[in-house]
């Protein structure tokens, strides 16, 4: 129980960064805070992991700069995407990422199903000739490559993290942060450089980034792999909550069995899956 308390405390974490960070918006823009959060988050993940001081084989730098890249472009679209998408359908429609890699790894039958259920969730939150929805399609795209980003994200990472352990996340995050900051700082706000906005960066970047990677962790070494991918599927109803919560983001009855839907095929590939690799954990999601 322990174990699964930290695993929902570290949602409920990550997904009150998002809505902070939504909240900043209108004073930094989407791109200001994505600098603010990938140049602050990988300070902290440097701090803490201090790659330069870990034992890595080295070696696989494209995997690395992949991973990095793919990194800060999930970020920076994902904060595009919640611009004008709510949170919670933003998370649901970029977890179809990790659910294609989850499903691709498998061959059995019942991954028809899942297959079915994730088609109809995106179906009712994707504005594609019927209106129950009303969300962005600008912003339902930028949450779909946000996805896409995930999920190479995680195939890059598992390469790259064979290669530079732990220090992965730091390094990553540091080649995205590289990459991503300056395009974030040139389209921000004229309140970006304001020493006022310091503190919450810090806040977003800890809720983001280094509060829920501590405890997934902790959580990771308590929980069975299968029980891990299962529980980590409530991601997009944790969004939906928070975004309910410290939003006012109300959701149809429609975006909520959509939801339904995703997290019971995300849920269900995990639980049906002939084989999984050992989970690990380079920075679980972060967006």
Known sequence: ???????????????????????????????????????????????YFRPWRLTMRGGNLRSLFIY???????????YLAIRTVPLGVA??????GPLAVAM???RRAIDFIWILLAVT?????????????????????????AGACWAVYILAGQRAGSSYGPGTAALGST??????CPIGIAQAHSGFFTLEILPIGLGIALLSSALPYSLEMMALTRLPAKTFGTLMSLEPAVAALSGILFLGEHLTPWQWLALAAIIIASAGSTLTA??????????TEPH
């Open 91 to 96: 998370v649901a429609l970029e977890f179809t």
């Open 1 to 47: 129980m322990v174990a699964v308390a930290l695993l929902l405390i570290a949602m409920l974490s990550l997904q009150g960064g998002a809505a902070l960070a939504k909240s900043l918006f209108p004073l930094l823009g989407a791109q200001g805070v994505t600098a603010l959060r990938l140049g602050m988050g990988s300070i902290i993940l440097l701090c």
């Open 121 to 145: 969730g995106l179906w009712f939150l994707l504005p594609i000739g019927h209106s129950v929805s009303s969300i962005d399609p600008v912003g339902a795209c930028y949450a779909l490559i």
């Open 274 to 283: 002939q084989k999984r690799a050992k989970v690990e954990i380079i920075n």
């Open 175 to 180: 080649i995205g942060a590289i990459i991503f």
């Open 68 to 78: 990095g890249i793919a990194l800060g472009c999930m970020n920076y679209t994902f």
């Open 104 to 106: 691709f790894s498998s």
